[in-house]
């Protein structure tokens, strides 16, 4: 066989085997397989020359072509290994890492470029790691009470995604509702502690009106919080023809305010608070109701809160307190409690008043009978002492008749 025919035949065999390229990349384009048809493709067409020319030349070219078509075979191999071998081992060992709960893992960039199913394999792999991270520091940022991270489902069927929402929704009321208890717990203890301290304020000074009234409002003004207090007291004097009450005592701004007033029942809102019985809550202060003085001048309160002193149905007073700020509904269950309590010691409060003034008047009363006695007792000694003096001046009389009388008998007895 002639070069020419030789050399024709090579390129025939060669075009024959390079024109599987483009069918293997019509059929499998960027996938894995289009690599390995090509590593195929390659040593079967060089197989295939080495063989033509050994027919063409003669069996003694054997010597040199098979070694040279097994190389090629051999380094084909290599390549498909390199391809597929090492890459997808890598991907099992980080998968078993991945499935023993490491996810600290490295990744090599040679391995995660391309569109190939090995590429994509471990982009997957990579998002896959990152999404335990994700979801490690989640369960942990929630584990230690971070409410404020978010974490976002990576699609519909994210199971995981969906368990760790639920685990974090759960832990999130979990820590709600243990706040909520622990500030109920607080505000229960500070009306319990309140109680107490008001409990030993009203025994104190509970024979004085003012002194009680004072250390009443002063110390309600400065533990709720609030910036000014006043309290009144239902008045008992006989003598108005009106019922009204009486301010005794106001406090704001750590100062006692000497004011004197007096409001008739049913006029204003302490009026109205003492007639129907119930608390007056105000958010919307009318103008120039009450003013609140500090050292920066005088200002609207924002929130007003007056509460009837009534236990038994018996009303004895009405306690008002201004302040900048709302009144939380625990400051108002804790001032109505306190206030049945102050309605109770101005109960006995009056009752001592009254009972001391009446111990007032009857020891008036008897003293002035202890006088008028003592005046009737000398009357009546002075008048015994007049009628001994007339009995005596009486004997002497009869004694200086009956003397004349003899003086006069004798005279006569004579004649």
């Known amino acids: 066989m002639s ?27 960027k996938s894995i397989m289009f690599r390995i048809s090509v590593n195929i493709i390659v040593p079967i067409t060089a197989v295939c020359i080495f063989a033509f020319i050994i027919g063409a030349r003669g069996i003694e070219h054997i010597f040199w072509a098979f070694p040279a078509a097994l190389v090629v075979v051999f380094s084909a191999f290599y390549i498909i290994y390199r391809i597929l071998e090492i890459p997808i081992m890598d991907i099992c060992g980080k998968m078993e890492l991945l499935s023993k709960g490491d996810v600290n893992l490295s990744f090599n960039e040679k391995y995660l470029k391309g569109e190939n199913e090995i590429a994509q394999m471990m982009r997957m792999l990579v998002e896959l790691t990152d999404e335990l991270k994700n979801a490690a520091s989640f369960a942990d940022s929630a584990g230690k009470g971070n409410f404020d991270v978010e974490y976002t489902l990576r699609g519909e069927n994210d199971l995981l995604g969906k368990s760790m929402l639920n685990m974090f929704i759960n832990l999130k009321k979990g820590e709600t509702e243990k706040e909520e208890r622990r500030i109920e717990d607080e505000r229960r203890n500070w009306i319990t502690h309140g109680l107490a301290k008001f409990s030993e304020i009203l025994r104190q000074d509970n024979s004085n ?70 608390p007056i809550y105000m958010t919307n202060t009318p103008a120039n109701y009450i003013h609140i003085t500090s050292g920066l001048g005088d200002a609207n309160p924002r929130s007003i809160y007056i509460c009837p002193l009534k236990v038994n149905d018996q009303i004895y007073g009405v306690i008002e307190l201004a302040s900048f700020s709302l009144f939380e509904p625990h400051q108002q269950e804790f001032i109505q409690k306190v206030s049945e309590s102050i309605a109770s010691t101005l109960s006995t ?63 006569d007895d004579n004649q």
């Open 209 to 278: 009106m003012e002194a009680m009234s004072y250390n009443v409002i002063s110390n309600m003004v400065k533990y709720t919080g609030v910036n000014q207090g006043g309290i009144f007291v239902v008045s008992d004097d006989d003598t108005e023809t009106e019922k009204h009450l009486e301010l005794k005592a106001c406090y704001a701004f750590d100062r006692k305010k000497h004011i004197e007033k007096k409001i008739i029942a049913g006029e204003g809102l302490v009026g109205t608070c003492y007639l129907e019985g119930q």
């Open 349 to 411: 409060v009056k009752v001592n008043l009254n009972t001391a003034l009446l111990l007032e008047k009857t020891k008036i009363q008897t003293e002035e009978m202890a006088n008028a006695e003592e005046e009737l007792r000398q009357t009546m000694e002075e008048m015994h002492a007049t009628q001994e003096e007339m009995r005596r001046r009486e004997t002497e009389l009869m004694q200086t008749i009956e003397m004349l009388k003899e003086e006069k008998g004798y005279g």
């Open 3 to 29: 070069n020419s025919v030789l050399i024709i035949g090579i390129i025939v065999i060669f075009f024959c085997g390079m024109s599987c390229i483009p069918l293997a990349w019509l059929i499998f384009k």
